[in-house]
């Protein structure tokens, strides 16, 4: 049973959500989004999103929880919205952005420079005496995601010192290092 999928998604002011050939819309104040989907029923009644499954089978099972938590993302997205906060750690990595192109010195011989997708508004803060950080919106989870990960894999946090991208609040797994 899945206990996720019985759940109902609440449906906040001004987002509107609509069911047509297995596709489902969902639209709202940041955007819209759109997502196919199968082997599950899913209505729209009293202001709630409801997501059923035919069978008991274990494939119905899975794909029951998997869209109903991709539904309520879409939902949250196109009402809230998504934000990820990235930080830099280390001597002389920076960060900034001129519209949606995000310029990264993270050490290597030459900058690194990305073009963000339009859904994606970049934010980059350098204090003095605090690590740069670099904070992304969306309203799309999945990209927003997919995003973070990228800019993350440049230069993955490494365990002896802690320098690289990390997300903010990330917790890092330290090692002491070779004993004298």
């Known amino acids: ?4 999928g019985n759940n109902p998604i609440a449906i906040p ?13 969902v639209k709202g104040k940041l955007g819209e989004l759109t997502q196919e989907y199968s082997s599950v029923d899913i209505k729209v009644e009293d202001g709630q999103v409801w997501i059923t499954r035919p069978s ?24 809230q919205g ?14 900034s952005n001129q519209g949606q192109k995000l310029d990264l010195a993270l050490g290597f011989s030459h900058n690194i420079i ?9 934010e980059t803060t350098s204090e003095k005496g605090k690590n740069p950080t670099i904070k992304l919106t969306s309203h799309d989870k999945q990209l927003i995601g997919q995003v973070a990960a990228k800019i ?16 903010a609040g990330e917790q890092l797994r330290r090692k002491a290092g ?3």
Do not use: C
């Not at 049973?1 to 996720?4: A, E, G, H, K, T």
């Not at 990305?114 to 508004?121: Q, S, T």
């Not at 993350?152 to 997300?167: A, C, L, M, Q, T």
């Open 1 to 4: 049973m899945s206990r996720i």
């Open 13 to 25: 002011e001004g987002t509107t959500v609509e069911v047509r050939d297995n596709i489902i819309t």
């Open 56 to 79: 008991d089978s274990g494939q119905d099972k899975a794909k029951h929880g998997l869209y109903r938590a991709l539904v309520f993302n879409m939902v949250k997205g196109v009402s």
């Open 82 to 95: 998504w934000t990820k906060e990235l930080e830099l750690v280390g001597v002389g990595y920076r960060a």
């Open 114 to 122: 990305i073009d963000l997708a339009p859904e994606i508004k970049v």
């Open 152 to 167: 993350r894999s440049f230069r993955k946090p490494e365990p002896y010192k802690g320098k690289g991208i990390k997300f």
């Open 178 to 180: 070779k004993s004298a």
